[in-house]
């Protein structure tokens, strides 16, 4: 009986001491990480940096798989994955980033996991909301870009409260697309620059859903509606970023899933095996230096466009 309270007493040191220990080599690990971080990105930063990168979040659930989570366990850790991969774009001085957050395809999958997405996004735009100081010192502009109507009522209030709040930044843009597929923004685009054209007297619409025009660059025309690129361009929800230079799909796969079609004619793609909750910061930097290489080619056959 009376021996307990010493053992306890050195128990207890020790543990102090164990977790003193422990403390310091975490941060002695997380300040030798930022000097390779800030090393590594200073070499990438004396070549071309692209200033903008899309990312298809692909793999939480495939991840979840793997490590015995829920599906939502799987969501939540792929959201941990996107402030991860959003910081080392911004470090490296990328502006534009979008992301594929939900697609409309995506609204066909069980209501419980579109609840749990829904739940999640709502759950993580209220907590942007409160970090609103420091979102707008680091200057970020976020804009949700698709049929927001689309969106669970709470999302879609606080997703429009945060494109207000942040509707001043102009450092860095975040675009997240949710209920968008490239199906739905371009007939959409040009629905709306049909309209424009006709001064809102209605677009006449070919029996085959196809409108006459002109699908040249610029050159005036005296067809029936006179309808150009740029004009489509003007009226896609992306018009407000340049396109992107990256078209990051994570888990491995190749394929577009109906995302930005219209804007990735002059694009890397790169598909790493990560899944996306594993996605870091070499993913990031892989991405980049494919760019890099691809560079020349890439900036001629802009100029040529
Ligand atoms: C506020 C905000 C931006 C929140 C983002 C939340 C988030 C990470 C959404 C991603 C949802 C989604 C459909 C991922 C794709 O993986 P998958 O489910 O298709 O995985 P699988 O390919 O393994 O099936």
Redo the contacts with the bound molecule.
């Keep these: 009986m009376e021996l307990n309270p010493i053992v306890t007493t050195d128990n207890s040191l020790r543990e102090m001491e164990e977790e003193r220990l422990e403390n310091i080599m975490t941060k002695f690990l997380g300040d030798l990480n930022l000097t390779i971080r800030k090393l590594l990105f200073r070499v990438i930063s004396t070549g071309p940096i692209p200033q903008h990168i899309a990312f298809i979040?692909?793999?939480?659930?495939?991840?979840a798989k793997k490590w015995k989570l829920t599906e939502g366990g799987?969501?939540k850790a792929?959201?941990l994955a996107?402030m991860s991969v959003l910081k080392y774009c911004y470090e490296i001085g990328v502006k534009y980033v979008t992301?594929y957050?939900?697609?409309l395809d995506?609204f066909n999958r069980r209501p419980d996991e579109v609840q749990y997405?829904m739940d999640?996004?709502q759950e993580?735009?209220e907590g942007?909301l409160k970090e609103l100081a420091i979102v707008n010192k680091y200057g970020v502009r976020v804009l949700f870009i698709g049929d927001l109507e689309r969106l669970y009522e709470p999302v879609r209030i606080a997703a429009k409260k945060a494109m207000e709040a942040t509707a001043n930044n102009t450092h860095t843009y975040l675009l997240?697309c949710?209920a968008y597929t490239s199906s739905h923004e371009i007939p959409r685009a040009i629905y709306e620059s049909c309209e424009e054209k006709s001064g809102g007297s209605g677009v006449v619409m070919n029996g085959n859903g196809s409108v006459n025009g002109d699908y040249s660059n610029g050159d005036e025309s005296d067809d029936e509606v006179g309808i150009k690129v740029v004009d489509i361009n003007k009226h896609m929800y992306m018009a407000v970023a340049p396109d992107p230079d990256i078209l990051v799909r994570s888990?491995g796969e190749t394929r577009l899933s109906n995302f930005l079609l219209w804007q990735t004619t002059n694009c890397v793609l790169y598909s790493p095996k990560a899944?996306?909750p594993e996605m870091g910061m070499w993913e990031v930097v892989w991405g980049i230096l494919k760019f890099q290489m691809n560079y020349k080619y890439l900036e001629k056959k802009k100029k040529q466009a």
Excluded: C, E, Q, Y
């Design positions: 979040m692909d793999g939480n659930r495939r991840f799987g969501h792929g959201f996107l992301v957050a939900f697609s995506n997405v999640l996004m993580k735009i942007f997240v949710v888990s899944l996306w």
